[in-house]
């Protein structure tokens, strides 16, 4: 229903910065709450952050807390991730998700549609 895309990957410098977008079809984003999480390799896929659908709440994984920062503009459909600091294993692929629902779940299980991923590198 929702087809989601994102963008803004690459490779930069430990402490460097990067914006990650996420951009919505299909169905309008405003009404659905999204996230982002990433995998790297040999590791399970991993929440990131959440976002409501109004995105006055959002919701961090403890080790991004205070280095990103998640957003979303409703009337672009496109969800966003401010990295800062970013460290080596801040390194995998970054996807975003949207659901149907609350915030506050964290799971990927509980997330129905993703996108391909962006690969995000962070070098020492």
């Known amino acids: 229903q929702v087809q989601l895309v994102e963008s803004g990957g690459g490779l930069v410098q430990a402490g460097g910065s990067l914006r990650l977008s996420c951009t919505a079809s299909?169905?309008?984003?405003?009404?659905?709450?999204m996230g982002w999480f990433r995998q790297a390799p040999g590791k399970e896929r991993e929440f990131v952050a959440t976002i409501s659908w109004s995105g006055a709440s959002t919701y961090y994984h403890e080790s991004v807390k205070g280095r990103f920062t998640i957003s979303r503009d409703n009337a672009k459909n496109t969800l966003y991730l401010q990295m800062n600091r970013l460290r080596p294993e801040d390194t995998a692929v970054y996807y975003c998700a949207a659901r149907n629902g609350a915030y506050w779940y964290t799971s990927p299980s509980d997330f129905g549609s993703w996108g391909q991923g962006t690969q995000v590198t962070v070098s020492s």
């Open positions: 299909g169905r309008i984003v405003s009404d659905h709450s």
